[in-house]
């Protein structure tokens, strides 16, 4: 009876039909290009991805922890793809609205499905390492990034002692950690999915444009580089804060308010050749020193063919 009726509901709400969500009217359709356009480019500009090329020495390694990284992140997709429709037959559309995680419920809810607590015991267990094991790799990457790119080498001109850089590092953790908690709750509730498509829209903001200038335009230099990310990342947010994803809608992330002015719930389609444009901006208008060229080339070489990195490396 259980499974006819999870059948049912199945059915009757037919999932599989393409565009189900975003298929209602002109504007929801710019929504969906716009959450595949972020989707699609963000990938390459996640922390997760970068990250991969400050753990290893030489060229040869960051290419293939790089290809590790994407084909871990590409098989990740897929299975989420499976415990989807999965639950959706095992365990019905509706027990899964119903739980107190609603559509994030559904994967510890099949897996009790399918083995009871124990199986239940070990998602979870395998759920919250992974959860701890990401948010400290990005807490002590984002601190390092804050204490020697920011204080050291801007706040101070590049005089700060190590002892200081670790204490501001210590500090920026502590700081991280207190708005990650904020906005975790503000966000509770919310679909983990949809938060994700604005990360990703984050990410090919912020960083996607300056990447591919860095290796592929021997005018980029450090105005737009600046421009790129500092534009990108606060369009982007801006655009997120006034969309229907944070008010304005019973799912935002504050239903009673409403100060949206953004139609779109993914700023992708607007931050993103935003991002791009003020990069070409900030280039002609900062001052191309003779040498720039000569390092673009350096690293389009070293990207390529790894040659020079050991050296780069050990200094």
């Not at 990284?69 to 415990?83: D, E, K, N, W």
């Not at 995680?101 to 399918?114: D, R, S, T, Y």
């Not at 700081?175 to 090919?204: D, E, H, K, P």
Request: proline share 4%.
């Amino acid at each position: 009876m259980a499974s006819n009726s999870t059948d049912e509901a199945v059915a009757g709400r037919d999932i599989l039909a393409p565009g189900a969500k975003y298929g209602i009217s002109g504007m929801t359709r710019i929504d969906f290009i716009s959450l595949g356009i972020a989707l699609v480019l963000g990938t390459a500009g996640l922390p997760h991805v970068l990250m991969r090329f400050y753990t290893v020495p030489t060229a040869k390694e960051a290419r293939r922890s790089v290809t590790w990284a994407i084909s871990l992140i590409g098989a990740f997709y897929l299975f989420t793809l499976v415990l989807g429709y999965g639950a959706a037959k095992m365990v019905g559309p509706d027990v899964i609205l119903n739980a107190p995680g609603k559509e994030n419920a559904a994967a510890p809810l099949l897996a009790f499905e399918l083995g009871g607590t124990i199986f239940l015991a070990v998602i979870s267990a395998v759920a919250f390492a992974t959860i701890l094991a990401v948010v400290a790799g990005l807490a002590i990457t984002a601190s390092a990034s804050f204490a020697h790119d920011i204080y050291a080498s801007v706040l101070k001109h590049g005089k700060a002692t190590e002892d200081e850089q670790v204490r501001v590092s210590r500090i920026t953790v502590v700081v991280i950690g207190l708005v990650s908690i904020v906005l975790g709750i503000l966000a509770m509730g919310q679909n983990i999915a949809f938060l994700v498509a604005l990360a990703f829209a984050v990410a090919a903001s912020a960083n996607l444009p300056t990447l591919l200038y860095s290796l592929f335009w021997k005018k980029f230099n450090t105005t737009g580089a600046l421009f790129s990310i500092y534009g990108g990342l606060i369009s982007c947010l801006l655009l997120i804060v006034f969309s229907p994803a944070v008010s304005g809608s019973p799912s935002s992330m504050f239903p009673n308010a409403d100060f949206s002015w953004f139609p779109l719930s993914n700023p992708g389609i607007v931050s993103i050749p935003l991002a791009f444009a003020l990069g070409i901006l900030g280039t002609y208008l900062g001052r191309n020193k003779p040498e720039d060229s000569f390092k673009q080339a350096e690293m389009e070489v070293r990207s390529l063919t790894g040659v020079g990195v050991e050296k780069a490396v050990s200094h």
